[in-house]
């Protein structure tokens, strides 16, 4: 039992958070299992939050801050079969060690800096979901920029939150208890999880997933010790409230920053809490990215990495195909379920369908270059670039070069914004991968779509010559 707990106040703060790779954040720690099968390789590793209420809380081991809310684990993956798979994990918690807050909070801001309230960085996305304070030129500054870095890149990601939102069995938490992503001492990279849990929902939820060390029962615990039951109810009320708007506004799918837009009006305060109020702060460049309001205390301190969780490469770690296990505070032995087996038979058609979707290993070569006289050229360029198997970042730069040759001549094109999309979502693809054949497929049908509109709109090659 710890001693001395300081705690803040509980601040009910709503807020967009979105950590772009969970593994990044901590080093990678491990690839984890998942049905029993070692896990190879880590391709995606998103954790989103919908957040409503936050905290920290001091003991003798350090200070953790507490981020309450929608929350939303995912993970793309794949086994040493070969086999890629996604999986995932709701949450209504994240807790934070102060050493990996204050990782997160010195990580690299690529834009708004002179903005405490918007972080836009390589390890973390967070806004305000109430904007009203803010001038109309800097909102749209920040939807831009949240749709290029994260709403685009992260589409289907997205849309599989927002629809596991709108499920009416999901986030039950007065049904299911809390479902908390962890990193203190004794429950390192792990999910814990109510002992509440209907039985069905506790079984399939257990199932080791990859990225994690396990997940545990014990968040009741846990909460108790560090809560008082007034406090837990209304973290309760508060998570209640957030499942009822974001499950019931509606939201334009080609332009997800419509999810904060339409949710603002019913989540506003008469007061919002925004750091630029803090007057001669906000000129001022601050040690750490405000992400908290209850970190603010502690803007000048800095807790050291602990040598004893090495941090190491995506690389070092799938190379190794080890998972490293956690060497400080071991958490006490869970309790534990008794689980039907679980047997599962691939189909021949499902297995077809996992080697089409199957990236290959690409040597990388030297982009050629891309006719920039007049659109219909670039968009042949284009086919031939994705037909003679190109590695993907290569034709992410590709269609790069292909929509700025085009915006040159053309203004409005209804496939200029899918130019933008492929650039977004290319260019952050693994190194020395190419397209899977079903990808391959798919795009050579939206390039040689997009031909066709230019040839309507222009008429052939030779015609087009004299337009532009």
Same mark, same amino acid.
């Given at each position: 039992?710890?001693?001395?707990?300081? !705690?803040?106040?509980? +601040?009910?703060?709503?807020?967009?958070? &979105?950590?772009? *790779?969970?593994?990044?954040?901590?080093?990678?720690?491990?690839?984890?299992?998942?049905?029993?099968?070692? &896990?190879?390789?880590?391709?995606?590793?998103?954790?989103?939050?919908?957040?409503?209420?936050?905290?920290?809380?001091?003991?003798?081991?350090?200070? +953790?801050? /507490?981020? +309450?809310?929608?929350?939303?684990? #995912?993970?793309?993956?794949?086994?040493?079969?070969?086999?890629?798979?996604?999986? @995932?994990?709701?949450?209504?918690?994240?807790?934070?060690?102060?050493?990996?807050?204050?990782?997160?909070?010195?990580?690299?801001?690529?834009?708004?800096?002179?903005?405490?309230? &918007?972080? =836009?960085?390589?390890?973390?996305?967070?806004?305000?979901?109430?904007?009203?304070?803010? $001038?109309?030129?800097?909102?749209?500054?920040?939807?831009?920029?949240?749709?290029?870095?994260?709403?685009?890149? #992260?589409?289907?990601?997205?849309?599989?939150?927002?629809?596991?939102?709108?499920?009416? !069995? *999901? /986030?039950?938490?007065?049904? @299911?208890?809390?479902?908390?992503?962890?990193?203190?001492?004794?429950?390192?990279?792990?999910?814990?999880?109510?002992?509440?849990?209907?039985?069905?929902?506790?079984?399939? #939820?257990?199932?080791?997933?990859?990225?994690?060390?396990?997940? @545990?029962?014990?968040?009741?615990?846990?909460?108790?010790?560090?809560?008082?039951?007034?406090?837990?109810?209304?973290?309760?009320?508060?998570? =209640?409230?957030?499942?009822? =708007?974001?499950? *019931?506004?509606?939201?334009? *799918?080609?332009?997800?920053?419509?999810?904060?837009?339409?949710?603002?009006?019913?989540?506003?305060?008469?007061?919002? +809490?925004?750091?630029?109020?803090?007057?001669?702060?906000?000129?001022?460049?601050?040690?750490?990215? $405000?992400?908290?309001?209850?970190?603010?205390?502690?803007?000048?301190?800095?807790?050291?990495?602990?040598?004893? %969780? !090495?941090?190491?490469?995506?690389?070092?770690?799938?190379?190794?195909?080890?998972?490293?296990?956690?060497?400080?505070?071991?958490?006490?032995?869970?309790?534990?379920?008794?689980?039907?087996? =679980?047997?599962?038979?691939?189909?021949?058609?499902?297995?077809?369908?996992?080697?089409?979707?199957?990236?290959?290993?690409?040597?990388?070569?030297?982009?050629?270059?891309?006719?920039?006289?007049?659109?219909?050229?670039?968009?042949?360029?284009?086919? !031939?670039? &994705?037909?003679?198997?190109?590695?993907?970042?290569?034709?992410?730069?590709?269609?790069?070069?292909?929509?700025?040759?085009?915006?040159?001549?053309? %203004?409005?094109?209804?496939?200029?914004?899918?130019?933008?999309?492929?650039?977004?979502?290319?260019?952050?693809?693994?190194?020395?991968?190419?397209?899977?054949?079903?990808?391959?497929?798919?795009?050579?049908?939206?390039?040689?779509?997009?031909?066709?509109?230019?040839?309507?709109?222009?008429?052939?090659?030779?015609?087009?010559?004299?337009?532009?």
């Amino acid at each position: 039992m710890y001693t001395n707990i300081i !705690k803040s106040s509980l +601040f009910s703060h709503n807020l967009f958070f &979105v950590i772009p *790779s969970w593994g990044h954040l901590l080093g990678y720690p491990t690839l984890g299992k998942f049905m029993n099968h070692n &896990v190879s390789k880590i391709t995606q590793d998103l954790v989103i939050f919908l957040g409503g209420a936050e905290c920290a809380i001091s003991n003798e081991m350090g200070t +953790f801050y /507490y981020l +309450f809310g929608l929350g939303y684990y #995912y993970i793309k993956f794949e086994l040493h079969s070969g086999r890629y798979i996604t999986d @995932n994990r709701q949450l209504t918690g994240l807790i934070l060690s102060d050493f990996v807050y204050d990782h997160l909070a010195t990580s690299i801001n690529i834009t708004l800096e002179n903005d405490r309230d &918007v972080i =836009v960085g390589e390890k973390l996305f967070k806004a305000p979901i109430d904007m009203s304070f803010k $001038s109309d030129n800097k909102i749209t500054f920040i939807q831009g920029t949240l749709m290029r870095n994260l709403f685009i890149p #992260y589409k289907d990601i997205f849309l599989e939150y927002i629809e596991l939102l709108r499920d009416p !069995k *999901s /986030y039950q938490i007065d049904k @299911n208890g809390h479902m908390i992503l962890s990193t203190t001492w004794d429950s390192y990279n792990k999910i814990m999880i109510s002992g509440d849990m209907e039985y069905e929902s506790k079984t399939k #939820y257990l199932e080791a997933t990859a990225g994690l060390f396990g997940i @545990n029962l014990g968040a009741d615990k846990h909460l108790n010790k560090n809560f008082t039951p007034t406090e837990l109810q209304n973290i309760r009320d508060i998570i =209640v409230r957030l499942k009822n =708007v974001y499950s *019931s506004i509606e939201y334009d *799918s080609m332009f997800l920053f419509s999810i904060i837009e339409k949710s603002a009006p019913f989540l506003s305060s008469t007061k919002p +809490f925004t750091f630029n109020l803090e007057g001669n702060h906000m000129n001022k460049k601050m040690p750490k990215e $405000s992400i908290f309001i209850s970190a603010e205390n502690r803007m000048n301190d800095f807790k050291e990495w602990p040598l004893q %969780l !090495k941090r190491q490469t995506k690389e070092e770690l799938e190379r190794t195909g080890i998972a490293i296990k956690p060497k400080l505070y071991q958490a006490q032995q869970p309790e534990t379920l008794e689980k039907p087996a =679980v047997i599962k038979h691939i189909k021949k058609e499902e297995s077809f369908e996992l080697r089409t979707m199957k990236r290959p290993f690409i040597e990388t070569k030297p982009l050629p270059y891309i006719p920039h006289e007049n659109p219909l050229e670039s968009l042949v360029s284009l086919k !031939k670039i &994705v037909e003679e198997n190109y590695d993907i970042q290569t034709i992410g730069s590709a269609f790069e070069i292909a929509r700025n040759n085009i915006k040159k001549h053309v %203004l409005h094109a209804n496939y200029l914004w899918e130019l933008s999309k492929y650039v977004n979502v290319y260019k952050k693809a693994e190194p020395n991968l190419g397209l899977s054949s079903k990808e391959k497929i798919e795009l050579l049908r939206d390039i040689d779509n997009w031909i066709k509109i230019t040839i309507q709109k222009f008429g052939n090659l030779k015609e087009s010559q004299k337009l532009f």
